[in-house]
Structure formats: structure tokens, C-alpha cells
């Protein structure tokens, strides 16, 4: 049976700041490096045969502060990728929120309505998740393999997962908070939950952040 380990970068700078990141790089600040040292913990038993990781930075530090002194892989790849958001990246979300309303309020809340502009559809997002997932499993079906992305590219993942696949249903689920953990198992071609965002290994309290979740 494989296991695939799945998490979400630490708080960045623009998480803080609720700037719009999509693909722009932005740094973990200090409370991001603990939520990936207290995820590490969590899994320092797990025996890893390989990390996947967003090529962005933020992903690739979160990554390495998880991989320890594990003698492994971490692949950059960018079909994990977040979300390209185009002109509204390095924005303050209130700000696209007033200039692009109509837009903004698509993304969020009618997401098979939205229309991306000059960024990446949930369409194309959704078959290059699909796509890296397949092969994944094709590559690892008896392997510990830890996944380290963005929050919206993981609504995805769990949305194909889920075998609905369309737009509508991307916000549904738990929040995805800083390195939140899920855990899939792979048994017989079937997957199954063993968690789903789960955050237990927080160490401190009010630290579950991360700007596009807050009113979701």
C-alpha cells in the first residue's frame, strides 16, 4: 500500500500582508518556518521514498525544513504550481476586490462563473493537477510520497480526487491552512482519506492563517 502525505507551505509574507500571490515568490516568515518544523515533527518517523514540491520558493523551503537529514529527493515540479492570477498577483486582495469586483467575487464564490483574464482558468489548473496525480500514482504505488503546494492547488487535487472535477465544487472542504496535513492511502487502485487538513501539530495558538481562507 502507498501513502501520500499532502501539505500546504508556511504563512508567507503576503499571507500576512493578504496579498494576492498566485505564482509570485513570496518569503516565509517566521511563524511559516515553525508550521513547517512542527509538521516535521509530526512526521519525523515517516520514512519518505520521495518529495514533491512546487519549483516556488516558498514551497521549496517549506520542503526542505521537512525533509531533514533524510537521504531523499525533493523533485521541483511545476505542475504544483499555485494558481497563475496573472495581473492580480502582488496585489491587496481588498484592493482587486474593489477594482475587479465582479471577477474577484467569481473566484471566490462562483467559481465555474469565473472568467481568468490574462491568469490560469480553473479548467487549466485542474488538468495539470489531474495529469501530475495519475502519474503519481502510476510511478508510487507502494511508496511514502510527501506533497508540498499552494492552497488552491490542493482544492483541486482534493476536487479530482473526489471525482467531481468541476469548478463548482473547488471550495469545498476544510480550510487549507499553512502546512495543514492529509493523508491518502492507495491500496488495490482504490484511494481513500486517512485526514484531511488536520493541524494538531500546531504548537501555538492563532496561528492558523493564511489570507484567502479567512472568509471562506
Not at 84 to 94: D, F, H, P
Not at 151 to 169: D, E, Q, R, Y
Amino acid at each position: 500500500m502507498g501513502k501520500i502525505y499532502i501539505t500546504r507551505h508556511g504563512e508567507t509574507e503576503w499571507n500576512t500582508a493578504k496579498r494576492m500571490q498566485g505564482q509570485s515568490n513570496s518569503p516565509l516568515t517566521e511563524l511559516g518556518e515553525k508550521q513547517a518544523a512542527w509538521l516535521a515533527k509530526r512526521l519525523e518517523a515517516v520514512e519518505f521514498n520521495i518529495i514533491y514540491s512546487s519549483s516556488l520558493f516558498r514551497a521549496i523551503h517549506t520542503s526542505n525544513i521537512l525533509k531533514g537529514d533524510r537521504p531523499i529527493d525533493i523533485i521541483p515540479t511545476n505542475a504544483l504550481r499555485e494558481i497563475y492570477l496573472g495581473s492580480w498577483q502582488g496585489c491587496l486582495s481588498e484592493d482587486v476586490q474593489r477594482e475587479d469586483a465582479q471577477r474577484y467575487h467569481c473566484f471566490w464564490n462562483e467559481p465555474e462563473s469565473y472568467i481568468p483574464g490574462d491568469g490560469e482558468s480553473f479548467e487549466e489548473l485542474n488538468q495539470r493537477v489531474g495529469v501530475f496525480f495519475k502519474e503519481l500514482l502510476q510511478n508510487h504505488p507502494n511508496d511514502n510520497v510527501l506533497i508540498v503546494a499552494h492552497a488552491v492547488v490542493l482544492k483541486a487535487l482534493f476536487n479530482f480526487i473526489n471525482h467531481s472535477g468541476t469548478p463548482k465544487s473547488l471550495w469545498d472542504g476544510p480550510h487549507i491552512r499553512p502546512t495543514c496535513l492529509t493523508i491518502i492511502n492507495y491500496e488495490n487502485e482504490q484511494l481513500s482519506f486517512e485526514m484531511i487538513a488536520d493541524t494538531e501539530h500546531y504548537e501555538e495558538v492563532n496561528t492558523q492563517s493564511g489570507w484567502f481562507l479567512e472568509d471562506k
